[in-house]
């Protein structure tokens, strides 16, 4: 069955820290790849997206993603996380020409002072 | 930086009422969108609608779902007749050509 996982429902870390959030999908063809955040009570941002070409993407708030066909992963990372980073973040992937995301169940992060 | 925009910001409704929920999409975008959340549950695909029709709906959004495009700004989710767990966060989104979806703020709905 086509399927998004997140297999961490809630991670902590501190600030300062590294972070890396996983993402797992399951398709018979590489779709569109996002990351989505979400603070208490607001909408979905878009972190970035992977649509084709460099596997490794840069998107806003220092988080970048690097895309793995061989494990079909697109693991979220950002260096060193701030306060403010504190947030659910979800992974979504779309088919190709299918006009619709599906969402992993998203992963809740703490951020430590 | 053009923004999706959803009104109301919460709405409480009585089991059975209808509801409309309604959505201001960015203004050169083609595709619409609804999803929901559920409390504590994932974000779930309802609906995508283009060229003033649907394209692709869930198993969701059945008979007691509708969408609108009234006019050239507002896109509108009916739901007739409410109940009990229909209460969730309903988003609206909206993309161009380039598949980047753009969310609203959500619009909290209790049905009581």
């Known amino acids: 069955a086509q399927s998004v996982t997140q297999p961490d429902i809630h991670i902590t870390v501190s600030e300062g820290a590294s972070l890396e959030l996983r993402c797992n999908y399951s398709?018979?063809?590489?779709?569109?790849l996002f990351w989505y955040v979400q603070s208490p009570g607001q909408g979905l941002q878009l972190l970035l997206k992977?649509?084709?070409?460099?596997?490794l993407v840069q998107g806003i708030k220092g988080f970048e993603a690097e895309f793995k066909r061989s494990q079909s992963s697109f693991n979220l990372r950002k260096p060193s996380v701030h306060w403010s980073d504190a947030a659910e973040y979800f992974c979504?992937?779309?088919?190709?020409?299918?006009?619709?995301?599906?969402f992993g169940q998203g992963t809740r992060l703490t951020i430590n002072p | 930086e053009p923004e999706v925009t959803q009104t109301p910001s919460h709405q409480v409704t009585q089991m059975g009422q209808e509801v409309i929920l309604r959505c201001v999409p960015i203004?050169?975008?083609?595709?619409f969108y609804w999803y929901r959340q559920i409390l504590g549950q994932k974000v779930e695909f309802l609906v995508s609608?283009?060229?003033?029709?649907?394209?692709?709906k869930s198993e969701i959004f059945d008979d007691q779902f509708s969408v609108e495009r009234p006019d050239g700004s507002n896109f509108t989710l009916k739901i007739r007749s409410t109940k009990l767990e229909d209460s969730a966060m309903y988003f609206c989104?909206?993309?161009?050509?380039?598949?980047?979806?753009?969310f609203g703020p959500g619009t909290r709905l209790t049905v009581l």
């Open positions: 989104a909206s993309s161009g050509r380039d598949n980047e979806q753009f």
């Open positions: 398709y018979g063809a590489t779709p569109y």
């Open positions: 992977y649509f084709s070409g460099d596997t």
């Open positions: 979504a992937v779309e088919l190709q020409g299918a006009q619709k995301l599906v």
């Open positions: 203004s050169n975008h083609l595709y």
């Open positions: 609608f283009y060229n003033n029709e649907i394209s692709e």
